[in-house]
């Protein structure tokens, strides 16, 4: 046998720490609505989830709208015209021309929607100011209006209030200048960029058009001169101003509204000379014991609440309502939510405000997912303009604001307004299909072409993402 070789080799002492594995990378921590919803969660993570959000509020909203517009109108409609069709019918028409507006802006590219941006503005100043014109004219005395229907003519214009007719063509001009404010205000921040924090950047030419348009607007409709407002404040709050910008701005606001409120008493809006001033009026009216006051608006606010007490809860069943028949003052427009609290109750009323929650959610939700800052604006500003819209009519309703004649969206009747919103969601529903994550699942899935064709097409897919880089070994 040979002999049994010596490891001459030496010997290596392991430490015992270097035999314990690397640790793993501590999880984080689940947040409160992984915890409580964790199947909503799942839902809100898959990529279109935005779009779909987008067209179930909306598309619910709309449909709700239709059938309390029905409710509200098909009696004073069958005792008027013959028909209780007549109201609903011409509603139905502005939403078929609603769908079409949202069809065409979710099909638009944003490059096309900066571009249109200052045609659509400037489309609605040269309406504002041909309204207002008419309007004026009338105060002073140079035009008279017609005594039944309150309407001013000058050749083939024709005006009434917040309506401007070309024609056989009616058009709320200021439905138009929301739309206006948002593509052309998010396109000249968006080209601005880090230069917003200079007051010169802001002063030319933002503030002196948008000062241009509250006074056009505000000096027929304060109240959608308040939304206006709160809209410009959106796209300003995305891009990142500061606060003393806002701070200004409120001051100057506050003084612009205090001067519309007196120019009531000089014909502004609805107001005459010698008359009581009907906006201060709205305004005082909410500091007055109802059994004090004896004005018309305390009149709309009583009715407003006993629609919302005659509902209770569950409501007095849909079309059921009494207070409709010529005892709720506009009660197809201004005060159609009091009309459903009567027929729906709380849970009705409950429904539509989680409708406009889900649609607030998504279109903020949209503006923080996409990378465009021109689609982030715009899609702060028309969120913005949703919700400060409804808060506004719905404050109004169950006196917590005074009541300033907006319409609720979705809901009231009236065709320019109902066209607009649409044609607005349509402007959301093409950013959410931009978002990152929705633009690659749908490049990686491409719907038919048919569908592309008919719905819309796909959106630019985004630029690959960056690696990583790596972390430098801890010493």
């Known amino acids: 046998m040979g002999e049994d070789k010596v490891d001459t080799r030496p010997a290596v002492t392991v430490s015992p720490a270097a035999t314990v594995q690397p640790a793993a990378p501590a999880a984080r921590p689940r947040s409160l609505s992984q915890q409580l919803l964790p199947a909503v969660h799942g839902l809100l993570a898959r990529p279109l989830s ?34 209780a069709f007549s109201a ?20 638009l590219p944003a490059s096309t929607l900066r571009f249109l941006g200052k045609y659509v503005l400037g489309a609605a100043i040269v309406l504002l100011v041909l309204l207002d014109l008419l309007m004026a004219m009338r105060s002073v005395g140079m035009i008279d209006a017609d005594p039944q229907t309150g309407i001013v003519a000058l ?31 998010a396109d000249i921040i968006a080209r601005k960029g880090a230069a917003l924090g200079h007051w010169r950047e802001l002063a030319m030419p933002l503030f002196p058009l948008v000062g241009l348009l509250f006074v056009l607007v505000g000096y027929n409709d304060l109240g959608t001169m308040l939304v ?30 205090g001067l519309l409120i007196a120019a009531a008493s000089r014909g502004a809006g609805s107001g005459a000379v010698g008359e009581e001033n009907y906006r201060l009026a709205r305004i005082t009216v909410l500091f007055k014991p109802l059994e004090d006051c004896q004005s018309d608006f305390c009149y709309q606010m009583v009715q407003g609440r006993s629609a919302i007490y005659e509902g209770g809860w569950f409501g007095v069943g849909l079309g059921k ?7 709720l003052p506009a009660a197809d ?3 159609i939510y009091a009309v459903v609290a009567e027929e729906l109750g709380v849970v009705g009323c409950a429904v539509i405000l989680a409708l406009f929650a889900v649609l607030a ?13 021109f689609r982030r604006l715009a899609a702060t500003g028309i969120t913005t303009w949703l919700v400060a819209q409804a808060v506004i009519n719905i404050g109004g309703v169950v006196g917590l604001l005074p009541i300033t004649g907006l319409p609720l969206p979705f809901i ?30 749908l490049h990686a899935r491409p719907p038919a072409r048919w569908v592309r064709l008919l719905w819309a097409p796909l959106p630019p897919l985004p630029p690959p993402r960056r690696p990583a880089k790596p972390r430098p070994p801890a010493r």
């Open 155 to 185: 050749g083939p214009l024709k005006a009434k209030l917040l309506w401007l007719y070309i024609g056989p063509i009616g058009i709320q001009p200021s439905e138009i200048a929301k739309l206006g404010v948002v593509l052309w205000g």
């Open 321 to 327: 309502g009494a207070l409709k028949w010529n005892w």
């Open 88 to 107: 609903i019918r011409n509603q139905l028409i502005f939403a078929v021309l609603g769908l079409i507006g949202f069809w065409v802006c979710q099909r």
């Open 412 to 441: 009231s009747t009236g065709g320019s307004a109902l066209v607009v919103t649409l044609a607005a969601i349509g402007i959301l529903a093409s950013f959410a299909r931009a978002e990152p994550d929705a633009a690659r699942a």
């Open 50 to 83: 935005s779009y779909y959000l987008l067209l179930a509020s909306s598309g619910l909203l709309l449909l709700i709208g239709l059938t309390m517009v029905f409710s509200a109108t098909s009696v004073k409609a069958y005792a008027e015209d013959g028909s």
């Open 361 to 373: 959610y998504t279109g903020f939700r949209i503006a923080r997912r996409v990378d465009d800052p």
């Open 228 to 257: 206006l407002l709160s809209l410009v404040i959106g796209l300003l709050w995305a891009a990142g101003v500061r606060m003393r910008v806002f701070a200004a701005l409120g001051v100057l606001g506050l003084s612009g509204v």
């Open 333 to 335: 427009n201004d005060f």
